[in-house]
Nanobody, 122 residues
Framework: QVQLVESGGGQVQTGGSLKLSCVVS????????MGWFRQAPEKEREFVAA????????FYANAVKGRFTISRDNAKNTVNLQMNSLKPEDTAVYYC???????????????WGQGTQVTVSS
């Protein structure tokens, strides 16, 4: 059974930075591609970023490209999301997910964390 736990969320002003982390249980972390998704109130969950099993391939939504950086440390079973130049529209619950490949659609991910709240104020 795979469990994912996000941390690092909080409240920050526009232009600030936050670093989210997701720790994955088990010894098969390196076999998973990892993704970050977010869901704002009254909106559908949307893709944010993804990273391949080895970490050599990354993919970003246009809305965060150039501001967010996804990375992973397979030795620590951890995937991170460094968020810079935050905007109010980044406010959402952020979820990490594990899947077979770096898909942008949530349907391809088999395991999900419970989310961490990110709030960006003006």
């Amino acid at each position: 059974q795979v469990q994912l736990v996000e941390s690092g969320g909080g409240q920050v002003q526009t232009g600030g930075s936050l670093k989210l982390s997701c720790v994955v249980s088990g010894r098969t972390f390196s076999t998973y591609a990892m993704g970050w998704f977010r869901q704002a109130p009254e909106k559908e969950r949307e893709f944010v970023a993804a990273i391949s099993r080895s970490g050599d391939g990354t993919f970003y939504a246009n809305a965060v490209k150039g501001r967010f950086t996804i990375s992973r440390d397979n030795a620590k079973n951890t995937v991170n999301l460094q968020m810079n130049s935050l905007k109010p529209e980044d406010t959402a619950v952020y979820y990490c997910a594990a899947g077979p490949l770096v898909y942008s659609s949530e349907r391809y991910y088999h395991s999900w964390g419970q989310g961490t709240q990110v709030t960006v104020s003006s």
